[in-house]
């Protein structure tokens, strides 16, 4: 098996375990409804991203708003204070897969860099009464400047998934 595989092999199981996770927690305990994008968000259907849903949304979500891209490994490009153009080129092409959708516009970008927390950067600013962001990072885009917030992921998790991401007004606005 050639590293290539083996990565890819790792990155495949990384997104599935991810696919369970988020479906546990945004779905109250339904680890089917999110599942790995079957080519890796590579051809766009009715979803873009890693993870989309594979089952009808419950009554409880009018829409899905979330692209959400996972990255497993990278241990030369694990993000300092001062380096963190890998995430940036990562965030910037999430913004433009973004463009192709009417809906998913609050992108979740899930990192897992080699002895690391998994991390959770979203261009959604969380009502910082609930939890604090750990860095913010600023991306240029279309000569626009976009702040991307990041959090640990089992930190948030520890959290009602409502109450992080549909207790705002300006929801609608992504």
């Given at each position: ?143 626009k400047l976009i702040y991307f917030y990041c959090y640990i992921l089992n930190d948030l998790m520890k959290y009602n998934f409502f109450k992080l991401f549909f207790n705002k007004e300006n929801f609608n606005d992504y």
């Open positions: 098996m050639t590293d290539r595989t083996k990565n890819k092999s790792k990155g495949n199981r990384f997104e599935n375990a991810t696919a369970k996770l988020l479906s546990k927690w945004m779905f109250n305990g339904d680890l089917s409804i999110l599942g790995r994008h079957l080519t890796s968000g590579a051809i766009k259907t009715a979803w873009i991203g890693d993870i989309v849903p594979i089952k009808q949304l419950p009554n409880n979500f009018k829409s899905f708003p979330f692209l959400i891209e996972c990255k497993h490994g990278y241990k030369n490009n694990i993000p300092t204070f001062i380096s963190y153009t890998q995430i940036q080129k990562w965030l910037m092409k999430s913004l433009k897969e973004s463009e192709l959708s009417k809906e998913q516009k609050i992108i979740w970008l899930i990192a897992k860099f080699n002895y690391q927390k998994t991390i959770l950067i979203t261009n959604y600013l969380i009502d910082i009464k609930l939890i604090l962001f750990t860095v913010a990072i600023p991306v240029i885009y279309n000569n």
